[in-house]
């Protein structure tokens, strides 16, 4: 998979108590995986931080967040050292999906067409307006377009022919 080394699932707000336990925000689409995960990888600016078995998971979401407490992170000190950490998983870590469904990051790389089949570019990132993502396709001049990912714009995707199909509309690619 193309630029997908790892993907983040979480990012650690802060400490909870005095016994070391740490609250993660979920940065994922399944936040119930948590209660799954047998033990937590984390990074600090894409460099491994520490990877540490998981011996007590607890829903906070009202709280936005989960309280984990980790084998081997048993005072506050210990866990105030993974505060800002993100949580990452390996790409074939992910939850599976349905038969048709993608996840948004496989998308990266892959050429771009237009619905009639005309050849846009490749599509080099997909970024987050905080509204919505878009995917981001730089022409062969080198000039990057955003296209809204919304069903109505990304038409499909076909990972095994690397291919995204978008529906631009009157003046969306001149933006």
Do not use: N
């Not at 607890?58 to 989960?66: I, K, N, V, Y």
């Not at 210990?78 to 992910?94: F, K, M, T, Y």
């Amino acid at each position: 998979m193309p630029g997908a080394v790892r993907i983040v699932v979480g990012q650690v707000q802060g400490t909870h108590g005095l016994r070391g336990e740490i609250k993660i925000h979920p940065l994922t689409d399944f936040p119930e995986r948590f209660f799954e995960m047998e033990s937590l990888s984390f990074y600090r600016d894409g460099k491994h931080a520490g990877s540490y078995r998981v011996t007590g998971m607890r829903d906070a979401l009202t709280r936005g967040c989960f309280l984990a407490a980790l084998e081997g992170v048993e005072t506050i000190e210990q866990a105030e050292l993974l505060r800002g950490c993100s949580v990452e998983i390996a790409p074939d870590e992910r939850v599976p999906l349905a038969p048709g469904e993608f996840w948004i990051s496989d998308l990266i790389g892959l050429d771009a067409y237009d619905d009639r089949g005309r050849k846009l570019g490749v599509v080099k990132d997909i970024v987050d307006s905080g509204a919505s993502q878009l995917v981001v396709v730089r022409d062969e001049g080198g000039k990057d377009h955003l296209i809204p990912a919304a069903p109505e714009f990304l038409r499909d995707a076909d990972l095994d022919a690397r291919r995204v199909t978008l529906r631009l509309i009157e003046g969306l690619w001149e933006l």
